[in-house]
């Protein structure tokens, strides 16, 4: 399976980016062959509709899971009708790594 | 007075008292007992509404065509998602996914140039209304009022300017800033009166509306709103540029008092009605010149 984990940097020792369509990278992670992919984010800068542009990028990879900090409102039902999960991590800093590691868990 | 004269009311920075000024000289015109409509195109937040009860005698909905996908008919080319501009289509090939964001659609139809295969027509979605009330005989209101989550209101503001049935004088309440909703607010105007306030950001802004208005050759003065003591910086500024400050407002807290309570300071302090007589004089003055 495939998991997408909004980031700061890419390296795994980088924060989880708190915001989805307009975080700095994609870090594209496989449970199964354990492989580390880091995407920039071209929709950063964009003015306006960063966030299904963030889900074309994801879901043309195939991605099942996105770990962000937040989701909005016009992603939300796009990810739901694509079914892939979001999950939330808010309020706590946590990099990429320790995310990597309690997916394997 | 020119029968259908368009006077706006503009400023740049939010707050300075566009509404104060546009709804108090609606006021006077309308207490001359002459033919007068506001036109309220402030419309993420119009609220010139709130001073005047009316009944409502015209109501428009804005509408916007968006592309609707025909999914027995598209092959998922991609083709309309290469084109649109603005992200509002979202495709996943290989899972037969395809779907328009209308939040994010101008309404540009590039999509339905883009498609081969006759996969996309066209549906309306509303963003936003025109409402009109009859203030008094001879008075309108007219309110641009945009949808939440639509991304601009100039297609709200342009059919409420057009939305005028009688040849009235016409006052413009524009929004603020000086993108492109200020700009259709005061395009067709005869005059522009630009609130500021005697503060940095309020210079700062009243530059850039007057730099605006320079770049489309219109006419405008300017009002000053809370003035405690003067702005020297901002006098200068007008003296240099030779650009007429048309009147002063104190800063009163008798004015907020009575505008707090939606109430009209030409009506209510009669110290003020003498103001926007006096404003209005000043302007007709500067559109005969």
């Given at each position: 399976?495939?998991?997408?984990?909004?980031s700061?940097?890419?390296?795994l020792?980088?924060?989880?980016?708190?915001?989805?369509g307009?975080c700095?990278?994609?870090v594209?992670?496989?449970?199964e062959?354990k492989?580390?992919?880091?995407?920039?984010?071209p929709?950063?800068?964009?003015?306006?509709?960063?966030?299904?542009?963030?889900?074309?990028?994801?879901a043309?990879?195939?991605?099942?899971?996105?770990?962000?900090?937040?989701?909005?409102?016009?992603v939300?039902?796009l990810?739901?009708?694509?079914?892939?999960?979001?999950?939330v991590?808010?309020h706590?800093?946590?990099?990429?790594s320790?995310?990597?590691?309690?997916?394997?868990h | 007075?020119?029968?259908?004269?368009?006077?706006?009311?503009?400023?740049?920075?939010?707050g300075?008292?566009?509404?104060l000024?546009?709804?108090?000289?609606?006021?006077?015109?309308k207490?001359?007992?002459?033919?007068?409509?506001?036109?309220?195109?402030?419309a993420?937040?119009?609220?010139?509404g709130?001073?005047f009860?009316?009944?409502l005698?015209?109501h428009?909905d804005?509408m916007?065509?968006?592309?609707?996908?025909?999914?027995?008919?598209?092959v998922?080319?991609?083709?309309?998602?290469?084109?649109?501009?603005?992200n509002?289509?979202?495709?996943?090939?290989?899972?037969?996914?395809?779907?328009?964001?209308?939040e994010?659609?101008?309404?540009?139809?590039?999509?339905?140039?883009?498609?081969?295969?006759?996969?996309i027509?066209?549906k309306?979605r509303?963003?936003?209304?025109?409402?009109?009330?009859?203030?008094?005989d001879?008075a309108l209101?007219t309110?641009?009022?945009?949808?939440?989550?639509?991304?601009s209101?100039?297609?709200?503001?342009?059919?409420?300017?057009?939305?005028?049935?009688?040849?009235?004088?016409q006052i413009?309440?524009?929004p603020?800033g000086?993108?492109?909703?200020?700009?259709?607010?005061?395009v067709h105007?005869?005059?522009?009166?630009?609130?500021?306030?005697?503060?940095?950001?309020?210079?700062?802004?009243?530059k850039?509306?007057?730099?605006?208005?320079?770049?489309?050759?219109?006419?405008?003065?300017v009002?000053i709103?809370?003035?405690?003591?003067p702005?020297?910086e901002?006098?200068?500024?007008l003296?240099?540029?030779?650009?007429?400050?048309?009147?002063?407002?104190?800063?009163?807290?008798?004015?907020?008092?009575?505008y707090?309570?939606?109430?009209?300071?030409?009506?209510?302090?009669?110290?003020?009605k003498?103001?926007?007589?006096g404003?209005?004089?000043?302007?007709?003055q500067?559109?005969?010149?």
């Amino acid at each position: 399976m495939k998991v997408a984990i909004t980031s700061t940097g890419n390296t795994l020792e980088s924060d989880v980016d708190q915001r989805f369509g307009r975080c700095t990278y994609f870090v594209i992670y496989d449970t199964e062959s354990k492989s580390v992919e880091y995407i920039p984010n071209p929709n950063k800068q964009i003015s306006e509709g960063a966030g299904p542009a963030s889900v074309q990028i994801l879901a043309e990879r195939g991605v099942n899971k996105i770990v962000s900090g937040d989701f909005g409102l016009k992603v939300k039902p796009l990810l739901d009708s694509l079914k892939v999960q979001m999950i939330v991590i808010k309020h706590t800093q946590k990099t990429v790594s320790e995310i990597i590691e309690s997916l394997d868990h | 007075m020119n029968k259908n004269v368009k006077i706006a009311v503009a400023g740049g920075k939010g707050g300075t008292g566009k509404t104060l000024v546009a709804t108090n000289l609606f006021y006077v015109i309308k207490e001359e007992g002459k033919e007068v409509e506001l036109i309220d195109c402030d419309a993420e937040e119009p609220n010139a509404g709130l001073f005047f009860n009316g009944n409502l005698i015209y109501h428009s909905d804005v509408m916007l065509k968006v592309p609707e996908i025909n999914t027995s008919l598209c092959v998922y080319c991609g083709k309309c998602k290469e084109y649109c501009n603005y992200n509002a289509i979202l495709m996943i090939g290989f899972s037969k996914y395809i779907k328009v964001i209308e939040e994010l659609c101008h309404g540009c139809g590039a999509c339905s140039i883009a498609c081969d295969y006759s996969a996309i027509t066209k549906k309306n979605r509303k963003i936003g209304e025109v409402n009109q009330y009859q203030v008094q005989d001879k008075a309108l209101l007219t309110e641009a009022r945009m949808q939440v989550g639509v991304y601009s209101p100039v297609n709200t503001v342009k059919t409420a300017l057009k939305q005028n049935p009688h040849p009235y004088v016409q006052i413009i309440d524009a929004p603020p800033g000086t993108s492109c909703p200020f700009i259709h607010s005061v395009v067709h105007a005869d005059y522009v009166v630009l609130v500021t306030e005697p503060t940095p950001f309020g210079l700062s802004d009243l530059k850039q509306s007057i730099e605006t208005l320079k770049g489309m050759k219109k006419f405008y003065g300017v009002v000053i709103n809370r003035v405690d003591e003067p702005n020297q910086e901002m006098m200068q500024y007008l003296q240099k540029e030779n650009i007429k400050v048309l009147a002063q407002i104190p800063f009163d807290r008798d004015i907020a008092t009575v505008y707090a309570q939606g109430g009209l300071i030409a009506q209510h302090l009669s110290a003020y009605k003498k103001v926007f007589t006096g404003l209005l004089d000043l302007i007709i003055q500067e559109i005969c010149k």
